[in-house]
C-alpha cells in the first residue's frame, strides 16, 4: 500500500497533504502511534507515524527533529491530529516534508485513531497474505512478467508445471497449443479446430461450463495420465475458451491453485487472447490494403517479376465461416497458421487474403528464384503434413498474371486446379497450373454432350458387367506407357494372363493398343470418364 491509497483509505480519507506531495508513491509497510519524542530506536523503513504531538506540544524543535529522525530511517510519512495539542506545523517540518518528498498529512481532532488505523490494519494484512501466496506459488512469476503474446504466455505455463499446455475453444476446437505436446487421455492431435478423443467430452465440456459460473478453475483426473487443471477464459460472463494445463501432484499444491491464482492468471491470458484477436484482425486489413496497392502496380512490375496466386485447401480452412460465439473469429487463426507457414519462404513477397471463405495469398517473386520457391513449399507441405498425419494442408499455384483482370481470372483458375488436382491426383500436396491447366480445359469437354457421347461408345464394351477387370488393365497399361512387365506387376496377374486381357481388350474396341494414335484416344476418353 502507498501513501496515496492510505489517503483512500477509512477516515484517512479526510486528511490534508501538506507537505512532500511528491512522496505520496512511498509504500508503508507498518502503521504506528506516537507519543513520545525518542523515535530511534523502534522506528523502520515504510512505517507511516501518527502522532498529536503531545509530549512536545511546546517545543517546535524537537517536533522537527522527529521528522529529520523519520526521513533518516525512510519512514512513509507522518499523521498529525491538529487542534488537540497542537493548532500548526513549524516551517520547518513543511521545509525538510517538502525537500525530502516525505508526506507530512493533518487529520482534524475530532478523527478518532480507531477509524483511520482499523481499516489501514485490515488492508495491509490483507497485502501481506497477497504477498505471502504470490511468493509460495509457481504461478506468481507468471503473473507478475510481463508477456507479450499468448502463445509466449502459453509456453511460460509449460515452463511452470513442466508438462504441455494448450487452450481450446468452448467446444473443444484446438487453437493454441506449447510445443512440448504429446498425446494424453484428452485428445491426441494438435491439428487447428481439432477436437479431443475423449470419449465423453462433450458432456464434460457443459459440465465445465455450469461449474465455471462459480469456480475459478476445475480439477480433472483421467487414469492413466497427467491430472488437469482446467481454466475459463471469460468476456462478458461467458466461457469462450477452456485452458488445459497438465500437471503433476508433486509439481502443484492444493494452495498453488487457489481461486486467487486461477482468476489472476485467466484474466490475463485473457485480455492476451483478445489482444491478438484485435491484432490479427488489424492485420487482415492491412493486408488487404496493401494487396490493393499491389495490384494497382502489376503493370509496372519488369519482366523478371513473377507474380501467382496460391490456394490453400485442409480441413481446418473449412471452419472459417464457422458461426463465431463470444468474440472468437476462427478465419484468424487460419490467417495466422497459413502466414507461419510461408514465413520461411526466401526471397519473395506473400500476402495472405480470403474469398468466399477460402484462403489464397499474392506470391511475387523474381524467376530466377521461382523454382526454389516451388521446392520450398513442397517442403513447407511435407512438413506440416509429417506432424498432422490424419489433416494434409495442399497448395495449389496459379500460373503468372499481370494485371489486375488476369488476377481475377488465376483465382478462379488456382481455385478449379485444387479442385482437379484432389481429385486426379489426391496422393500430392502441391499442384501447379503448369501440369494440371490441362485437366481445366477436359474437365469443360467432359461437360460437353458429343464427347460424353463419344466416350461411352470407346469405352462401352469394357463396362459391360463380364468385363469389369477389362477397363482397369487397360488404365495401368496405359499408364505404364505399354510396359507388360510392369502392368503385370502392378495387377498382380500373370504374364500370360495379361496377354490374354490386352489381346480381349483389343477386339472389344477394335482398336491397336500399339498404334500411339490409339492410345491417345483411349487415354482421352478415360481421362473425360474419371472427370464426369
Given at each position: 500500500?502507498?501513501v496515496?491509497?492510505?489517503?483512500?483509505?477509512?477516515?484517512?480519507?479526510?486528511?490534508?497533504?501538506?507537505a512532500?506531495?511528491?512522496?505520496l508513491?512511498?509504500?508503508?509497510?507498518?502503521?504506528e502511534?506516537?507519543e513520545?519524542?525518542?523515535?530511534?530506536?523502534?522506528?523502520?523503513?515504510?512505517?507511516?507515524v501518527?502522532?498529536?504531538f503531545?509530549?512536545?506540544?511546546?517545543?517546535?524543535?524537537?517536533?522537527?527533529?522527529?521528522?529529520?529522525?523519520?526521513i533518516?530511517?525512510?519512514?512513509?510519512?507522518i499523521?498529525?491530529?491538529?487542534?488537540?495539542?497542537?493548532?500548526?506545523?513549524?516551517e520547518?517540518?513543511?521545509?525538510l516534508?517538502?525537500?525530502?518528498?516525505?508526506?507530512?498529512?493533518?487529520?482534524p481532532?475530532?478523527?478518532?485513531?480507531?477509524?483511520?488505523?482499523?481499516?489501514?490494519?485490515?488492508?495491509?494484512?490483507?497485502?501481506?497474505?497477497?504477498?505471502?501466496?504470490?511468493?509460495?506459488?509457481?504461478?506468481?512469476e507468471?503473473?507478475k512478467?510481463?508477456?507479450?503474446s499468448?502463445?509466449?504466455?502459453?509456453e511460460?505455463l509449460?515452463?511452470?508445471?513442466?508438462?504441455?499446455?494448450?487452450?481450446?475453444?468452448?467446444?473443444?476446437?484446438?487453437?493454441?497449443?506449447?510445443?512440448?505436446f504429446?498425446?494424453?487421455?484428452?485428445?491426441?492431435?494438435?491439428?487447428?479446430?481439432?477436437?479431443?478423443d475423449?470419449?465423453?467430452?462433450a458432456?464434460?465440456?457443459?459440465?465445465?461450463?455450469?461449474?465455471?459460473?462459480?469456480?475459478?478453475?476445475?480439477?480433472?483426473?483421467?487414469?492413466?495420465?497427467?491430472?488437469?487443471?482446467?481454466?475459463p477464459?471469460?468476456?462478458?460472463?461467458?466461457?469462450?475458451?477452456?485452458?488445459?494445463?497438465?500437471?503433476?501432484?508433486?509439481?502443484?499444491?492444493?494452495?498453488?491453485?487457489?481461486?486467487?491464482?486461477?482468476?489472476?492468471v485467466?484474466?490475463?491470458?485473457?485480455?492476451?487472447?483478445m489482444?491478438?484477436?484485435?491484432?490479427?484482425?488489424?492485420?487482415?486489413?492491412?493486408?488487404?490494403?496493401?494487396l490493393?496497392?499491389?495490384?494497382?502496380?502489376?503493370?509496372?512490375?519488369?519482366?523478371?517479376?513473377?507474380?501467382?496466386?496460391?490456394?490453400?485447401?485442409?480441413?481446418?480452412?473449412?471452419?472459417?465461416y464457422?458461426?463465431?460465439?463470444?468474440?472468437?473469429?476462427?478465419?484468424?487463426?487460419?490467417?495466422?497458421?497459413?502466414?507461419?507457414?510461408l514465413?520461411?519462404?526466401?526471397?519473395?513477397?506473400?500476402?495472405v487474403?480470403?474469398?468466399y471463405?477460402?484462403?489464397?495469398?499474392?506470391?511475387?517473386?523474381s524467376?530466377?528464384?521461382?523454382?526454389?520457391?516451388?521446392?520450398?513449399?513442397?517442403?513447407?507441405?511435407d512438413?506440416?503434413?509429417?506432424?498432422?498425419?490424419?489433416?494434409?494442408l495442399?497448395?495449389?499455384?496459379?500460373?503468372?498474371?499481370?494485371?489486375?483482370d488476369s488476377?481475377?481470372?488465376?483465382?478462379?483458375?488456382?481455385?478449379?486446379?485444387m479442385?482437379?488436382?484432389?481429385?486426379v491426383?489426391?496422393e500430392?500436396n502441391?499442384?501447379?497450373?503448369?501440369?494440371?491447366?490441362?485437366?481445366?480445359?477436359?474437365?469443360?469437354?467432359?461437360?460437353?454432350?458429343?464427347?460424353?457421347?463419344?466416350?461411352?461408345?470407346?469405352?462401352n464394351?469394357?463396362?459391360?458387367?463380364?468385363?469389369?477387370d477389362?477397363?482397369?488393365?487397360?488404365?495401368?497399361?496405359?499408364?505404364?506407357?505399354g510396359?507388360?512387365?510392369?502392368?503385370?506387376?502392378?495387377?498382380?496377374?500373370?504374364?500370360?494372363?495379361?496377354?490374354?486381357r490386352?489381346?480381349?481388350?483389343?477386339?472389344?474396341?477394335?482398336?491397336?493398343?500399339?498404334?500411339?494414335?490409339?492410345?491417345?484416344?483411349?487415354?482421352?476418353?478415360?481421362?473425360?470418364?474419371?472427370?464426369?
Amino acid at each position: 500500500m502507498q501513501v496515496k491509497d492510505a489517503l483512500l483509505t477509512g477516515d484517512l480519507a479526510e486528511g490534508t497533504v501538506i507537505a512532500g506531495k511528491e512522496g505520496l508513491s512511498r509504500a508503508i509497510r507498518s502503521i504506528e502511534v506516537m507519543e513520545v519524542p525518542e523515535v530511534g530506536n523502534w522506528v523502520t523503513p515504510g512505517i507511516l507515524v501518527m502522532t498529536t504531538f503531545y509530549s512536545i506540544k511546546e517545543e517546535p524543535l524537537k517536533q522537527i527533529n522527529i521528522v529529520q529522525t523519520l526521513i533518516n530511517k525512510k519512514a512513509a510519512g507522518i499523521v498529525i491530529k491538529l487542534g488537540r495539542f497542537v493548532d500548526s506545523i513549524p516551517e520547518g517540518i513543511l521545509a525538510l516534508a517538502n525537500e525530502n518528498a516525505f508526506p507530512v498529512i493533518t487529520i482534524p481532532k475530532y478523527i478518532s485513531y480507531i477509524n483511520v488505523l482499523t481499516p489501514l490494519y485490515e488492508r495491509l494484512y490483507k497485502e501481506k497474505q497477497l504477498e505471502e501466496e504470490k511468493s509460495q506459488s509457481p504461478f506468481s512469476e507468471f503473473e507478475k512478467i510481463n508477456i507479450p503474446s499468448l502463445s509466449e504466455a502459453i509456453e511460460k505455463l509449460s515452463e511452470i508445471v513442466g508438462s504441455p499446455v494448450y487452450i481450446e475453444d468452448s467446444e473443444g476446437r484446438i487453437l493454441y497449443v506449447s510445443k512440448d505436446f504429446h498425446a494424453d487421455g484428452w485428445r491426441k492431435s494438435t491439428s487447428l479446430f481439432s477436437k479431443p478423443d475423449y470419449p465423453t467430452y462433450a458432456k464434460t465440456l457443459e459440465m465445465w461450463r455450469v461449474e465455471f459460473l462459480e469456480k475459478s478453475h476445475c480439477l480433472f483426473k483421467i487414469q492413466g495420465f497427467r491430472d488437469r487443471l482446467v481454466l475459463p477464459l471469460i468476456t462478458r460472463e461467458k466461457v469462450f475458451a477452456i485452458v488445459h494445463i497438465l500437471y503433476k501432484e508433486r509439481q502443484l499444491q492444493a494452495d498453488d491453485i487457489s481461486s486467487a491464482h486461477m482468476k489472476r492468471v485467466t484474466r490475463k491470458l485473457s485480455e492476451l487472447f483478445m489482444s491478438e484477436q484485435l491484432y490479427l484482425q488489424k492485420k487482415r486489413l492491412d493486408d488487404m490494403e496493401l494487396l490493393e496497392k499491389y495490384l494497382n502496380d502489376l503493370e509496372k512490375l519488369n519482366n523478371n517479376t513473377v507474380v501467382s496466386v496460391l490456394h490453400f485447401n485442409a480441413s481446418w480452412i473449412g471452419m472459417s465461416y464457422y458461426p463465431s460465439l463470444y468474440l472468437i473469429d476462427h478465419s484468424c487463426f487460419i490467417r495466422k497458421l497459413i502466414n507461419n507457414l510461408l514465413d520461411t519462404l526466401t526471397n519473395s513477397k506473400v500476402i495472405v487474403f480470403e474469398k468466399y471463405h477460402n484462403f489464397y495469398a499474392f506470391l511475387s517473386c523474381s524467376s530466377q528464384h521461382y523454382s526454389k520457391i516451388i521446392r520450398e513449399l513442397n517442403a513447407i507441405t511435407d512438413q506440416h503434413n509429417k506432424q498432422n498425419l490424419a489433416d494434409h494442408l495442399k497448395i495449389a499455384i496459379s500460373s503468372g498474371i499481370k494485371d489486375t483482370d488476369s488476377f481475377e481470372d488465376s483465382v478462379r483458375s488456382v481455385t478449379k486446379v485444387m479442385e482437379i488436382g484432389c481429385k486426379v491426383r489426391p496422393e500430392e500436396n502441391i499442384y501447379t497450373h503448369d501440369q494440371l491447366g490441362i485437366y481445366e480445359i477436359l474437365f469443360k469437354l467432359s461437360s460437353d454432350p458429343f464427347v460424353q457421347k463419344y466416350t461411352e461408345n470407346v469405352l462401352n464394351p469394357l463396362l459391360q458387367a463380364q468385363h469389369s477387370d477389362l477397363l482397369e488393365t487397360l488404365q495401368v497399361y496405359l499408364n505404364e506407357n505399354g510396359n507388360v512387365s510392369k502392368t503385370s506387376e502392378k495387377l498382380f496377374v500373370h504374364r500370360r494372363t495379361l496377354t490374354y486381357r490386352l489381346q480381349k481388350i483389343q477386339e472389344l474396341i477394335n482398336m491397336d493398343l500399339n498404334d500411339a494414335n490409339h492410345r491417345f484416344v483411349l487415354r482421352f476418353c478415360i481421362k473425360i470418364k474419371d472427370l464426369s
